[in-house]
C-alpha cells in the first residue's frame, strides 16, 4: 500500500534534502498489512493494480474549519475535514498516492500571522505544513499564492536551497515536508529551475497477478508541476529580475521525457491553472486543455480556479471541446480540480496494467471523481464530514494566537458594512476601501496633484462560495479581522493614469457582472451573469455617476457618465487606485491595464491601508463611509421579474442600504448554497 504504513523516508532531514534535489528518488517500499510476497515482475506480466492519485488544491491555509473574519466555525471547508476522506480513501484503496496542488500558504488570518505579523522562526513548519504532515503528502506543487510573501520566506518554508537573487540559499530550515516540484519558474541568477522540476517516488504496487493473487511489483511514479505565468505580474515586485517563466506546454515537453528516460512509469502533472477555451500562450493563466495533449502524461490535477472536475451539474463548469465530464477527462487524460479551502478532495483512480517490466495505464478502467466534505443526508439536510481529531491540535497554539491578533480593536461603525446587495446598489462595505486607497495614492503622489485622484474597488465576496460568502460586518466594534473582511486578497495599492475613455471601457467591462434583461420576458430572469464578482469594479464617490443599463448588450451598457456634474471627458486624465492584480492583468478591462499604465507600484497591501485609514478614521458611519452610490441601474419596467440571490435574512440590509426596489421572493433559492432569492424592480 503506497500510503497507510510509516515511511522511511519522511525524516525531516531527508524531506530537507528532497525539497533541495533535482530528482528525488522517494525509496521506501509500502507494503500492504495483508498477505502475498515479492516476485520477480518478469514473472508477473498481465498483473494488474488501481493506483487512487489523490488530490487537494487551493486550501489558502485553511486547516481548520474556522473563519477568522467571523471568529467562528464553518464546517463547509477546511483541509481537517479533507483529511477525514483521505484517511478513508487510504483504507478503500491499496494505493494511493497524495498530491497537493499550490496555493497552500496564503489566504487566512493565520496565514498572514506566520507570514507578517509574527514570522515563523527557520526551525518551525508552517502550520498549514505541519497538518499536511499529519497525512504524509507525496509531492505538491507551488501556485501563484505561494510567492505573496516573497521570495526569502517562501525560501525558508520550503526547507531552503533556492539559488536565487536576495535569498540565502545555504539556510537549511524546517520545509514543506514533501517534495515541491515547480517546472516553470527559473532562477534568473542560474537559469535553472527555482526549485525542482519533478520528483520520482519509487513505490511498491500491491497488485493483482493473472492468476489472480496478490502480488507486490515496483512502480515509478513521476511528479511534475507548473504555476500560471501570472506571478510576474501580481507580484512583481518581489520577482522582477529574479525569476522568470515558461509556459506549462514548453516546460513539459522539456522535462516529462525527461522523467520517461529516467523510468518513470507513468507522469502526474500537478497544474496550478484551469481549463480555457483560448488561444494558447506560453503566458496563459489556464492551460489545462493544451498541457492535457503533451505526449506522456497519464494524469492531471488542476486548480486556481477555484472550480470542479469533473462536474456532475446539469450545466457543468467547464464544456470546451476535448472536456469530458462524464469520463472526467480532458483530452483523454484523466483530470480532477478539487474545488477550493479543502471542500473537496480529488480522487483518479488509475488502472493500471504490468507488461513484464514496466506499468501503463488502462484508461478505459480508469476513473476520476470528487468526493466532498458536504452532502445530504436521507432527509435533505446539510450534513458534513467529521474532522480528523489529530490535526487541530497540532495548530492549536498558532491557531489561538492569530484569534488573538486579529481581535486587535482599530475603531467603530455605526452600520452594518455588508457586500450581501453590493451587485444590486449598496456600496456600504465597499466606500471604505475605495477612500483609504483614494487618500493613500493622493499622498503619495504629490507630483499628480494636477490630476483628479479616484478609487475603484469590487464587492471581493459576493456569494460564489455560498450564503456565508458576503463581506458582513456587524455595527460596534472594529477589528482588524474586520478590515481583513473588508479587504480580502493580499493585494497591494497600485495607481493608474487613464482618460474618460479609459474610464468608460473600463466600467463597460466591469458591467459584464450582469446577465442582458429582456424586458418583454414574462418568465424569471437571472441579473447575476458567470463574471466574478471580485471584477465588478465601481466608484463609490459624488464626484463620479453613472448608469448601468442592463437591457443592452455587454460594452454598450454604461450610460449619463459624468464626473462632478459634467459629461466626462474623454480626454481628461485621471490617477486610478486600485491593486496590483488589476493593473497588470486587467487587460480584458481596457488595455492600459496591462501594467503599461501602472504609474505606482506601492509597497503596502490594500488591506493594510484600510486597517491605517480606519485607525486614523475610528468612527465609521453610514452618512461618511456608507452612502456614496456612484450607480444606479438605467429605469425599465420588465413584464416578469429580475432576480438574483444573496444571503438569507438579508432583507434589512438593503432596507438600511435604502434599496426599496429589493424584496424577497424566497426564503430558500433552492441552490442549496444557504441563499435567499430576491426580487430587483428596475422601474423604480
Not at 522511511?8 to 517500499?29: E, G
Not at 517563466?245 to 500537478?270: H, S
Not at 465576496?461 to 473588508?486: C, E, M, R
Request: charged fraction near 20%; include cysteine; proline fraction near 5%.
Amino acid at each position: 500500500m503506497l500510503d497507510t504504513l510509516p515511511r522511511q523516508d519522511l525524516s525531516p532531514a531527508t524531506r530537507r534534502t528532497a525539497l533541495t534535489a533535482f530528482t528525488v528518488i522517494a525509496a521506501a517500499t509500502l507494503l500492504a498489512a495483508c498477505g502475498g510476497s515479492d516476485n520477480d515482475g518478469n514473472n508477473n506480466a498481465g498483473a494488474t493494480a488501481t493506483l487512487a492519485v489523490l488530490e487537494t488544491t487551493d486550501l489558502h491555509f485553511n486547516v481548520r474549519s474556522y473563519d477568522y473574519f467571523k471568529l467562528a466555525e464553518d464546517k463547509s471547508y477546511g483541509f481537517e475535514r479533507t483529511a477525514t476522506l483521505v484517511r478513508q480513501a487510504r483504507k478503500e484503496f491499496a494505493n494511493t498516492l497524495l498530491v497537493d496542488n499550490g496555493d497552500t500558504i496564503q489566504g487566512t488570518a493565520l496565514a498572514d500571522y506566520e507570514a507578517v505579523v509574527k514570522a515563523i522562526p527557520c526551525t518551525q513548519q508552517l502550520s498549514m505544513y505541519k497538518a499536511m504532515g499529519a497525512l504524509g503528502f507525496d509531492a505538491g506543487t507551488l501556485g501563484n499564492h505561494e510567492f505573496n510573501y516573497g521570495l526569502p520566506f517562501l525560501n525558508q518554508v520550503l526547507g531552503g536551497g533556492m539559488e536565487v537573487d536576495g535569498v540565502d540559499a545555504a539556510q537549511k530550515c524546517a520545509g514543506a515536508g514533501y517534495p515541491a516540484v515547480l517546472a516553470n519558474v527559473y532562477s534568473s541568477k542560474t537559469k535553472k529551475p527555482l526549485v525542482q522540476p519533478y520528483t520520482i517516488l519509487e513505490r511498491t504496487l500491491v497488485s493483482k497477478g493473472a492468476d489472480g493473487k496478490e502480488v507486490k511489483l515496483p512502480i515509478k511514479v513521476g511528479v511534475i508541476g507548473f504555476t500560471t505565468p501570472g506571478i510576474m505580474n501580481w507580484d512583481k515586485r518581489y520577482l522582477e529580475g529574479k525569476v522568470y517563466t515558461e509556459g506549462a506546454v514548453e516546460a513539459a515537453q522539456k522535462y516529462v521525457p525527461e522523467l520517461r528516460a529516467k523510468g518513470a512509469d507513468i507522469v502526474v502533472a500537478l497544474l496550478h491553472g484551469g481549463l480555457d477555451a483560448g488561444a494558447y500562450s506560453a503566458t496563459m493563466e489556464n492551460p489545462g486543455l493544451y498541457l492535457s495533449k503533451v505526449a506522456g502524461i497519464d494524469a492531471m490535477v488542476m486548480g486556481h480556479q477555484h472550480s470542479v472536475f469533473p462536474d456532475t451539474a446539469a450545466t457543468p463548469a467547464y464544456s470546451q471541446t476535448g472536456v469530458d465530464n462524464k469520463a472526467g477527462t480532458i483530452n483523454g487524460v484523466p483530470a480532477v480540480m478539487a474545488s477550493s479551502w479543502g471542500k473537496a478532495l480529488g480522487v483518479i483512480q488509475l488502472a493500471l496494467k504490468w507488461d513484464g517490466k514496466a506499468w501503463a495505464v488502462n484508461k478505459t478502467a480508469t476513473k476520476s471523481e470528487l468526493r466532498n466534505i458536504q452532502g445530504k443526508n436521507a432527509s435533505g439536510a446539510t450534513v458534513y464530514v467529521d474532522a480528523d481529531p489529530t490535526v487541530a491540535p497540532l495548530i492549536e497554539t498558532q491557531h489561538q494566537a492569530a484569534i488573538a491578533y486579529v481581535k486587535t480593536p482599530i475603531g467603530s461603525t455605526d452600520f452594518r458594512m455588508s457586500t450581501l446587495f453590493a451587485d444590486v446598489g449598496d456600496p456600504g462595505a465597499i466606500q471604505i476601501v475605495n477612500q483609504a486607497q483614494r487618500d493613500y495614492v493622493a499622498a503619495n503622489l504629490p507630483q499628480y496633484a494636477q490630476l483628479p485622484v479616484l478609487s475603484v474597488s469590487a464587492p471581493f465576496k459576493s456569494g460564489f462560495q455560498g450564503g456565508a460568502d458576503y463581506t458582513d460586518v456587524a455595527t460596534g466594534p472594529l477589528a482588524i479581522y474586520n478590515a481583513a473582511d473588508l479587504y480580502l486578497y493580499p493585494n497591494t495599492v497600485y495607481a493608474v493614469k487613464v482618460n474618460g475613455a479609459d474610464i468608460q471601457g473600463w466600467l463597460e467591462a466591469a458591467a459584464k457582472r450582469f446577465n442582458q434583461i429582456d424586458p418583454a420576458k414574462t418568465a424569471e430572469q437571472p441579473l447575476i451573469s458567470t463574471f466574478p464578482g471580485y471584477n465588478f469594479d465601481m466608484f463609490t464617490t459624488a464626484d463620479v455617476q453613472y448608469e448601468i443599463d442592463v437591457t443592452q448588450p455587454t460594452g454598450r451598457r454604461i450610460k449619463n457618465l459624468t464626473y462632478k456634474g459634467q459629461p466626462i471627458n474623454a480626454a481628461q486624465e485621471f490617477v486610478i487606485a486600485t491593486n496590483n492584480y488589476r493593473a497588470t492583468s486587467g487587460k480584458s478591462f481596457i488595455d492600459k491595464l496591462d501594467g503599461s499604465g501602472t504609474i505606482w507600484a506601492s509597497p503596502d497591501a490594500n488591506r493594510d491601508v484600510v486597517i491605517d485609514y480606519i485607525r486614523k478614521n475610528a468612527n465609521v458611519t453610514r452618512a461618511a463611509n456608507g452612502a456614496a452610490k456612484s450607480w444606479r441601474f438605467t429605469k425599465v419596467a420588465t413584464a416578469g421579474p429580475v432576480v438574483f440571490s444573496s444571503g438569507a435574512n438579508a432583507l434589512p440590509v438593503a432596507q438600511a442600504a435604502g434599496l426599496a426596489n429589493v424584496t424577497l421572493m424566497a426564503a430558500d433559492d433552492g441552490s442549496g448554497k444557504g441563499t435567499s432569492k430576491y426580487r430587483l424592480d428596475l422601474s423604480k
